[in-house]
């Protein structure tokens, strides 16, 4: 016995689900999906895989068939990606007025999963204009001796420093040729003024030279000063940058440099930006990153919110590790690449439109991307979102402290 689809995850139900959720889950997909009633596009065939999915589910020898038949595959093993999804509230009251609803969700890469190591592609961005001379840019040399030294065999590095002009000084291939890449640090001098855009452009031209699934590809910049009159192209750059799941570091050092501008072209490629107080603490900065980097256990990450009903997103972030916050488009977006130990999480602020009272599914969240231990297909983790909504409610529950926290961040940052 074969067979071509997850019908656990057509449901949106776990393996070990009894048949009350089964039940419940296949009503409401049902009603949002019957091709009389629904408006949303694909909704014939999407209604044809639920009904077949629950005819299977709910007959107790075709199940136990198929439970059989995904053991057998090891589709029945630890998922890779994991979430957990908090709810702000889980029994809501029955209002004729509009509700606010705070959802955390956390993913993270799993436990029992493999992960090796993927290759690096990197580019180092640095700033050798006037204002790095001197101690400065001693310590940029080091830390960029540091980068040298912990990249393997299999990883690719490219150096570019830029002023006014910028220039690539060790093109970027694998194996690389450490001697030569010291002696390319080495020739570093200081001069001329701070236009970011000619090193941002030159890095992300080394990185996409040799970008694929199979390696991490980033680019890490650091510089100390401002830059005039490009700062819509360096986002632009970085707005494709993202779209070809290409991410950025960006690094401030000092204080004459633009932070928001950083943090923008951090946030469309889904990257990080950095504020460095002083230039001794560079070269463990960059080692850090570099960790970071090499411990990538899943990228490509999309994040898709199917909504329910009477169901609006109002904003999204991420708020661990780093807070920012989410641009989403046609409730999806993209997220940056998982570390096997570093979660993140996301909080997404609902408006609930009047629900009748009972239970109501509001949402499911699914995350879908790859994880090159596992191969090139990709892999995903959903769960559905359920409220109850009561009409005569007097109490609500505590909001649970994880969210309490997050709100807090939020409100600081």
Known sequence: MTFERDYYAILGVPPGADERAIKQAYRQLARRYHPDTSTEEGAAQQFIEIQEAYELLIDPLQREGFDHWRRQQGVDRPLALQMRITSSQEIMP?????????????????????????????ALVLDRSTSMKGARLQHVKEAARSIVEQMGPHDILSLVVFSDRGQVILPGQPNIDKAAARAAI?????????????????????????????VHSHVLLLTDGRTYGDEEDCLQEARQAGKQNISLTLMGIGEDWNEQLLDQIAGFSQGTSLYIDSSAKITQVFRERLQSLGSVFAQNLVLTLHLGEGVTIQQAFRVSPLISHLHLLDNAVALPALEK??????????????????????????????????GSQPVRARQAVTITFEANLHHKAPVPPDIVSAVAQLTIF
Request: aromatic fraction near 4%; proline fraction near 4%; charge should be negative.
């Open 94 to 122: 029955y209002l004729n007025e509009s509700q606010a609803l705070y959802i955390l969700v956390e993913l993270r890469a799993s436990k029992e999963a493999e992960s090796g190591r993927l290759p690096l592609n990197l």
């Open 186 to 214: 080495s020739s570093i001098r200081s001069g001329g003024g701070t236009e970011l855009l000619q090193g941002l452009k030159l890095g992300l031209r080394e990185v996409k030279r040799w970008h694929s699934e199979q």
């Open 341 to 374: 130990y570093q979660p993140q999480a996301m909080l997404l602020e609902l408006l609930l439109a009047r629900h009748e009272p009972g239970e109501h599914r509001l949402l499911q969240v699914e995350v879908e991307g790859i994880v090159p231990a596992l």
